[in-house]
Each structure stands twice: as C-alpha cells, then as structure tokens.
C-alpha cells in the first residue's frame, strides 16, 4: 500500500518556466490537498479538492493552478515559476474533508 | 482568527530526557487536535490526535491532552532517543475544514 505519492522528487526550474507537479493516492480518499512548506512558517493551503469533480482556493492560491484529474490524482502547475515559489510541496488526502490528512514525501522546488 | 502557537525551536535534549513540546491554539469552537511529525527528509506523518477536551492521544510514548480550558496540546515524552529527532508540528480543524499548522519545533537528541 503506497499511501500518497508524488512525482518528481527534486526539481529545478528557471524563473518564467512552467512544470506540474503530481499526486496521486490509493486509499480511495474523496479529498486531496497541496500545500507548501516554508521555513519558520509551518505548511500553508495552496488548493484543495474536497471531492472529485471539485477545487478550491487555500490560502496562497496565486501562481498556482490545480487539476483533479480523477478520484486518485491532483495536480499543481505553476504556469510562469518565480523564485518565490522556491519551496518543499506536499500533497496530502483524507477520506472526507475535515478527516485526517495523510501526506506524501514532497517536492523540494528551487527556481533559479 | 485561526492559529496555532508553538514553542520555538531547535529543542536540544540528551537522550532519556523528559520532553515538553508547548501548542496553544485560538480556534472558534472545540476543533479536533493533531500532532504531525516530520523526519528529515521525509513528509509529515501522524504521530497523535484528540477529538474532544480532556482526550488524550498516545502514540510510540508521546502523550498530548487536550485542554480546553487553557486552549493547549501540550506534546510530552517520558525519554527521548536519538530517533526522535524530527519536526513536531501541532495542529487543529477550524470551522471550514481545513488544517491550520503552527510553525513546527525541530526536535534534536543527542547521544
């Protein structure tokens, strides 16, 4: 049972590329999460999807969009990547929205 | 509004000593609780969590009550070893659903 995984690892962009960043679960969990880890600032609600079929905005949605893509897949794109998005993701998923959260490994992001 | 203070870090202990990780929340209402650790490298895991005031979670010999008197889920292990060096992050459920974190108290055990 592989939880939450997501893809890549590591990554390096320079300022103004785009990349997606990839989720995916096998809990069969109807809600899913990503989010962004700061130093000193704990991890803070980029998008959400309570359910599939839905989106919605977290608390640092800008430059970010997002795609649910079925039941067991989220994804994060950054359209146009800033050095302000230098940052470690994760992604995480819950059975229902509000239930507990189970996170994947992470992304570490550095944009040059 | 919604948001969870801990106790600044890094917290360097010897081995077998006695933890505290401090968590006071400001949340509407009695929200469920949580403690998420995070080893180097690695994303946040679990580690314990209490639904209703006076609950205890208990897990690997952490031990955090919920207080709701004193809005506090205080994190504690009786002795701490190498292996517990990590980030502890508190955390709650506010009204709309979604995890607010506080900052996280990196955790260092020294042999």
């Known amino acids: 049972n592989a939880g939450v995984t997501q893809t890549p690892k590591f990554q390096v962009l320079k300022t103004g590329q785009s990349m997606t960043l990839q989720c995916a679960q096998d809990?069969?969990?109807?809600?899913m999460y990503w989010y962004r880890q700061d130093p000193g600032m704990g991890l803070r609600l980029i998008y959400y999807?309570?359910?599939?079929?839905?989106?919605d905005k977290g608390e640092v949605p800008n430059g970010y969009n997002v795609s649910r893509l079925n039941k067991r897949e989220f994804s994060l794109r950054l359209e146009s990547a800033a050095p302000s998005q230098t940052s470690v993701y994760f992604c995480?998923?819950?059975?229902?929205?509000?239930?507990?959260?189970?996170f994947g490994p992470g992304t570490r992001l550095t944009v040059l | 509004g919604d948001s969870v203070t801990q106790m600044e870090g890094p917290v360097t202990l010897s081995e077998e000593a006695f933890l505290t990780i401090n968590c006071t929340y400001t949340?509407?209402?009695?929200?469920?609780l949580f403690w998420y650790v995070q080893y180097p490298g690695e994303g946040l895991q679990l580690l314990l969590k209490?639904?209703?005031?006076?609950d205890k979670g208990s897990n690997k010999g952490f031990e955090a009550t919920y207080r709701k008197e004193t809005t506090s889920f205080h994190l504690e292990k009786g002795s701490v070893q190498v292996s517990d060096s990590a980030v502890y992050f508190c955390?709650?459920?506010?009204?709309?659903?979604?995890?607010?974190f506080g900052q996280g108290t990196e955790l260092s055990v020294k042999p």
């Open positions: 949340a509407t209402g009695y929200p469920s």
């Open positions: 999807s309570a359910s599939e079929g839905t989106t």
């Open positions: 809990m069969n969990h109807n809600s």
């Open positions: 995480a998923s819950s059975s229902g929205f509000g239930d507990t959260q189970y």
């Open positions: 209490a639904t209703k005031a006076d």
């Open positions: 955390a709650f459920y506010n009204q709309g659903g979604k995890l607010i």
